[in-house]
Structures are given as structure tokens and as C-alpha cells.
């Protein structure tokens, strides 16, 4: 019996046993995942302190970085309102400058509108006086003749007997055809202010306009070119037109509408839509040559140097001509092709360069004896190029006006834009306006279709202001050495003073 009982406890304490052996095998496998995640825990611990080290030298650096940039700032700080001051100062003085300019600009401009005026009076007193004296000599010369003398002896007020010596040669007058001697031509450059002759030329629209010393050639869209005799500059007419057309000297007739002209001594150059360049002699009214080889209108002609030798064409068909006019039939020497239709074309002074616009709103630069592109300014303008004109002087700008109504002054050195020329209310009426320099390159003056003249000043690029005279669109404007003639839609030129 009590051995069965120690049988019995025997067996109880060896389960207690084998529980307490599974219990603690568990524990030591518990153990040692305490331990190698210990481990693994001392290794992160020992990298992010690794790291942290690492950050800390890092931040240390770029906070050494941060206060070496904000001294930086703060010099630069002081420097920029140093900066804003000195330029606030400038911009003060540049302003009064400005003004300043502004009103000596008009006083110079009042003092040669005041001193062309005088010299022409001084010219229609000098064509009184020189009219009376060759009334008086020419009724001398008829007794002479009368009496069949062939030469007048005229006594010289500065030479007494017994003065010195005298060549009575110089007393002589001959009689048998002498030309009245010109008078000095004055150059206008007076700003043009009010409208002195109006001249019905055309019954429809006259696109272009030129002038020589005594006369007048107008481009009509009634496929003419017109010549006209010049009034004088120093009366004034009554500003309206009677309403009929006025005798021409001459009328050239041409295959389609006249587009633009071009003025050349004798020879006067025409653009025709009917795909023809024309040229014609002012005095006598002969055709000279036909300009024949493109495709489509040819927009303008510009006769090179005295017009004797050369001419070079824009056309609609995209390319620009060089012409050999010395023979008897005209010779293209070279097609250029370009991308756009050329509206206008231009010669510089010196005869190197042609400057070609477009309707893409771009300027071309020619050599003239190579005829190779010197240079191509894309988008000079927003809509098509109605007009280019290289200044008058030196050939060192170039002048061009736009369907997007504003003209650009560029410099033909730096290819650079140097002044765009805007004003209230002005808008340009045709495809071929032309507008034009004084021949002192001071001023810039356009036509408008409100019919009103527009005036700007080149050294400042200020608007002067415009001047009302036509009542129909002006297409073109020509300023020569004596003053400004104007066309329009209704085919009236005004002569302004």
C-alpha cells in the first residue's frame, strides 16, 4: 500500500518534472531571441548614432553655408536700394532731360519752318526781281535785234574807268538764246502744317507720289502715271479742288494700276499689277523699258543711282529682281526667291545694299553686287511691310511702315530695332503706303486714312502731332527739298506748307 502510494508520488513529481523541462526550454528559446533581437537592436542603434553623427557635421555645415548667404543677402540688400536710389535719381533727371528735349526739339522746329519761309519769300522776290530785269533786258535785246546788233553791252557798276583791269567779255550779253539761271534750291525741312494746293489728278485713287523741282508725277489705278507742272511754294490756294481734273504735261500709260513709283533724274520707275516693272522718261514720255519676268504684280520698283544702269523689283511672286537696264531690252540678272511676297523694296545711298518687305511682317537684307542675303529680321512687324525707305543721309537706318500701324527706325549695323513710332487714331489705308524721312532725317511723317498727316520726331521718337488736309485715305507721302506733296483714295495731291 505505501509503496504504491510512493509508486504514485513518484510519478506525479516526474510530470512536474517534464513540465518544468518544457518550461524551460521555452524560456532559453525565449532567451535567445531576446538576445539576437538585443543584438540586432544595438546594431541599428549603432548605425543611427553612425548617421545622426554624419547629419550633425552635415547641419552643421550647411547652417555654416545658411549664415555665409545671409551676409551675402544683406550686402546685396544694401546694394539694391543703394541701387533704386541712384535710379530713381536718374530716371528724375532723364525725364527733366526729356522735357526738355521735347521743347527745344519744337523750338528747333518752329526756328526752320520760320527760316524756310523766309527763303521762300526770299525766293519769289528773287523770281520778281529776276523777272523785271529780264523784262527790261529782253525789251534791250529786241532793239538790238531791230537794228541787227548780235550782242549788249551792259556797264558793271563795280568797275570806274582807270580801276584795274577788266575782261569786257564779262559785259557782254548774247542775245541770240540765253536760259534764265537757276535759282538755289532751299531744302525744307519745316514740319508741313497746312495744305497750300490741292490738284484733282486722277478720277480714282492715286497710290503713289513724287516730285522734282518743277513737276509732279502721280500712279493712278487707272493704269497711268501722270506729270504735272509744279505750283510755287510760296502763295497759298484755297484748299478744296474744283472737282475736275487737272491739264497734265504728260499721261504714260501702263498695262494694269500703277502701284509705286521711284524717280530717277530724266526716268521715272513704275510698279504695275499687271506683272510689268515700267520705266519712262519724264521730259519726253517714251517707254524705255518694260521690266518683264514675274508672276504676279510687282509691288515696287527702285531705279539704282542715276537710273542709267541698274533697277531692282519686288513682286507678290516672292522674288526680288536685279535688272541691267543699259541696253536696249532689259536684263534680269538674278532672281532672288524668298518665302513671302515682297510689298516693297528699298536702296541704300551708297548703292551696296537692298532692303526687301514683307508680308510676313519680315525685312531682308541684299548685298548688291553679290546678291546674297546679308540678313533676315523675322517679325518686324505683326502684319505685312507697306513701305521701306533706308534714311536719306548715311544709309545707316532704315525706315519701315506696317499694316499693324506703328513705322520701326532700324539700325542697319546692329540689325537692331531703334524706335517704334505709334500715335492715337493712326491706322495706314492701302497694302502700299508709303512713308517717308525729311531730307534731314529729323522728322518722320505718314498718312493716315482719316486723311490727316502724321509727324513724329527720329532723335526722341515722339509724336509731333497730325495735321488735317485730305478727305479721303492718304496712300502716299513724299518729302523733297521743298516741302511735302501727299495723295489719296479720291484721286487729290496736296501740296503742304
Known amino acids: 500500500m505505501k509503496l504504491g502510494l510512493l509508486s504514485d508520488d513518484l510519478s506525479h513529481r516526474s510530470n512536474k518534472n517534464f513540465d518544468y523541462i518544457k518550461i524551460r526550454y521555452e524560456l532559453e528559446k525565449k532567451v535567445r531571441e531576446k538576445d539576437h533581437l538585443i543584438s540586432d537592436l544595438k ?4 548605425t543611427a548614432k553612425s548617421e545622426l553623427s554624419a547629419n550633425q557635421e552635415r547641419n552643421a555645415e550647411l547652417q555654416s553655408n545658411i549664415e555665409s548667404k545671409d551676409a551675402v543677402i544683406e550686402t546685396l540688400s544694401g546694394e539694391l536700394e543703394s541701387t533704386r536710389g541712384f535710379l530713381e535719381s536718374a530716371e528724375s533727371r532723364l525725364k527733366r532731360v526729356e522735357a526738355e528735349n521735347v521743347l527745344l526739339s519744337q523750338r528747333l522746329l518752329d526756328e526752320k519752318h520760320k527760316n524756310a519761309e523766309a527763303m521762300n519769300e526770299m525766293n519769289r522776290i528773287m523770281q520778281q526781281q529776276q ?18 546788233a548780235t550782242s549788249l553791252f551792259v556797264k558793271s557798276s563795280g568797275h570806274e574807268e582807270g580801276e584795274g583791269e577788266h575782261d569786257i567779255e564779262d559785259d557782254f550779253v548774247d542775245i541770240k538764246g540765253s536760259e534764265e539761271p537757276d535759282l538755289p534750291v532751299v531744302v525744307d525741312v519745316a514740319p508741313p502744317r497746312r495744305p497750300m494746293h490741292v490738284t484733282r489728278c486722277h478720277g480714282t485713287e492715286i497710290n503713289d507720289v513724287v516730285y522734282e523741282r518743277q513737276k ?18 510760296g502763295t497759298e490756294g484755297d484748299g478744296t479742288p474744283d472737282g475736275e481734273l487737272a491739264d497734265a504735261l504728260l499721261t504714260l500709260t501702263a498695262g494694269g494700276p500703277v502701284i509705286s513709283l521711284h524717280l530717277a533724274g ?9 506683272r510689268i516693272g515700267r520705266i519712262w522718261s519724264t521730259r519726253t514720255g517714251r517707254l524705255r523699258h518694260n521690266l518683264s519676268g514675274h508672276a504676279n504684280r510687282v509691288s515696287s520698283v527702285r531705279l539704282i543711282g542715276s537710273g542709267e544702269e541698274r533697277a531692282v523689283t519686288g513682286s507678290a511672286d516672292r522674288t526680288i529682281k536685279f535688272w541691267d537696264i543699259t541696253r536696249s531690252q532689259a536684263n534680269a540678272l538674278c532672281s532672288m526667291k524668298t518665302n513671302s511676297c515682297v510689298d516693297s523694296v528699298g536702296v541704300s545711298s551708297d548703292c551696296s545694299t537692298v532692303a526687301s518687305g514683307h508680308q510676313d511682317g519680315g525685312l531682308r537684307l541684299w548685298n548688291l553686287q553679290t546678291r546674297d542675303k546679308i540678313h533676315f529680321l523675322p ?4 502684319s505685312h511691310i507697306t513701305c521701306v525707305q533706308f534714311d536719306p543721309k548715311r544709309s545707316a537706318q532704315i525706315l519701315t511702315a506696317s499694316r499693324d500701324n506703328t513705322l520701326t527706325i532700324t539700325d542697319t549695323r546692329t540689325y537692331e530695332p531703334l524706335t517704334v513710332l505709334r500715335a492715337p487714331g493712326f491706322t495706314l489705308s492701302s497694302d502700299w503706303c508709303q512713308v517717308t524721312y ?7 511723317v505718314a498718312g493716315g486714312a482719316d486723311g490727316s498727316l ?15 488736309g485730305h478727305k479721303a485715305g492718304i496712300t502716299s507721302v513724299f518729302w523733297g ?13 496736296i501740296q503742304w506748307g
Open 43 to 46: 546594431s541599428e542603434v549603432t
Open 131 to 148: 523777272s523785271s530785269t529780264g523784262s527790261l533786258i529782253g525789251g534791250g535785246l529786241n532793239l538790238m535785234k531791230k537794228f541787227g
Open 216 to 233: 509732279f508725277m502721280t500712279a493712278g489705278s487707272d493704269s497711268t502715271v501722270r506729270v504735272f507742272p509744279r505750283r510755287g511754294s
Open 266 to 274: 530724266e526716268w521715272i520707275a513704275g510698279g504695275c499689277s499687271d
Open 379 to 382: 517679325k518686324l512687324h505683326s
Open 438 to 444: 525729311s531730307p534731314d532725317c529729323a522728322m518722320v
Open 454 to 468: 502724321y509727324l513724329w520726331n527720329t532723335l526722341s521718337g515722339d509724336f509731333i502731332g497730325s495735321y488735317s
Open 481 to 493: 527739298d521743298t516741302g511735302v506733296m501727299s495723295c489719296d483714295k479720291d484721286g487729290n495731291v
